[in-house]
């Protein structure tokens, strides 16, 4: 990933904005803050938004924001990052998994419904590598069980599902900056989006000390807030986000076209308009996977795996006593997936030699 193909052309106007800080001071909480959290919000199709530390912790105020905790039960997908899991395990409450589907690598809201419990309080679908749940399903399910639902959006700034933006289709959403994600900072940051104002309301207390004026604290809270440098840049990098979005679709396109047939490529479907934070394609077996990736490597074609052990078989989450096979779908994707570059402005004899590439391993 090339960072400098969307920072280049705007550097002037990133420098502008974290110079004004500078002479200003206004390094927490600065309007910029504010202005990101409107805009920002407003780009989700929402009301309100507010700026946090990490994806993460914007995961687990927004659990804490709807007092769940000690005692409760959310169902999260056993395919995805782990902060996933990790927000609801500092939250106090328990992470249920749900196993993934085998077409999108998404949560499959047909295993949702047997992992509800009476201490089931939320689902957080995770729209992965930027591509949309079936909202649909999840929603049905949810209205039923009155359950939340919290998105992780940590990996789709503006995708759209059925015409709307993610971020806009549950309760209330997640959002990370992380430098490496469609929308990031320099450095780290995260954001809710909701148009629930009581909830975005405690959360801008929750993330400054439970503070309500200042050196009053009206609950136990946290410092988690965004930086107004990190803010300032933000704002900066929204305008041009729709367009580095549009080049990765794009970049996908071509892929696809060039190497459906040798291995499974990322499903477009017309309803969803996914960005593409990751290409992942997958292999017949985790042997082939393994020797495309090393041949890759060596042709200087840098490949990830996204991600290699799923959550439930990390030494991390071995209290859960979960064991191999629970989550079949999950632990197969992980075996076979492999994300090949992807990021705004490859050009085009990038993506074919790509290609060449991959159509040479099979040849
Ligand atoms: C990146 C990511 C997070 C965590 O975001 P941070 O800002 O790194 O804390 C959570 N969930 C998913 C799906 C992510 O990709």
């Known amino acids: 990933m090339d960072l400098q193909r969307m920072h280049g052309p705007i550097k002037k106007e990133l420098e502008n904005s974290v110079l004004g800080i500078i002479d200003k001071g206004n390094f927490i909480l600065g309007k910029q803050v504010e202005d990101f959290e409107k805009n920002f919000a407003k780009y989700c199709g929402v009301k309100y938004g507010a700026g946090v530390s990490t994806g993460t912790d914007a995961l687990e105020l927004i659990l804490r924001g709807f007092d769940i905790g000690e005692g409760d039960e959310v169902i999260v997908p056993a395919n995805t990052f782990i902060a996933t899991a990790t927000a609801v395990s500092s939250s106090g409450a328990k992470p249920i998994f749900a196993d993934a589907k085998y077409e999108d690598g998404n949560i499959n809201p047909k295993k949702i419904e047997r992992k509800i419990s009476r201490k089931t309080k939320a689902i957080i679908p995770v729209h992965l590598y930027g591509n949309p749940v079936d909202m649909d399903e999840i929603l049905e399910i949810t209205a039923r069980y009155n359950l939340r639902v919290i998105e992780d959006a940590c990996q789709a700034h503006g995708a759209k599902y059925m015409g709307e933006r993610i971020g806009s289709l549950g309760d209330a959403a997640a959002f990370s900056f992380y430098p490496g994600k469609n ?181």
């Open 183 to 363: 929308l990031g900072g320099f450095g780290d940051g995260g954001a809710i989006v909701s148009n629930d104002e009581i909830l975005i309301e405690k959360i801008k207390k929750l993330r400054n000390y439970g503070q309500t004026e200042k050196y009053f604290h009206d609950f136990f809270a946290f410092n988690k807030r965004l930086d107004t440098i990190q803010a300032a840049v933000l704002d900066v990098k929204l305008k041009y986000l729709d367009e580095w979005n549009e080049s990765r679709r794009n970049s996908a396109k071509k892929l696809n076209e060039g190497l459906s047939g040798l291995v499974k490529v990322p499903n477009i479907e017309t309803i969803k308009n996914p960005v593409f934070h990751l290409y992942v394609i997958r292999a017949k077996t985790e042997n082939e996977r393994d020797r495309l990736k090393d041949f890759l490597q060596k042709k200087d074609i840098q490949t990830g795996l996204h991600y290699p052990r799923p959550i439930h078989l990390q030494k991390a989450y071995s209290n859960l006593g979960l064991k191999n096979g629970d989550y079949p779908v999950t632990e197969e994707l992980c075996n076979k997936g492999l994300s090949l570059p992807m990021f705004p402005y490859m050009k085009d004899e990038e993506i074919n030699y790509i290609i060449d590439s991959v159509k040479e391993f099979y040849s």
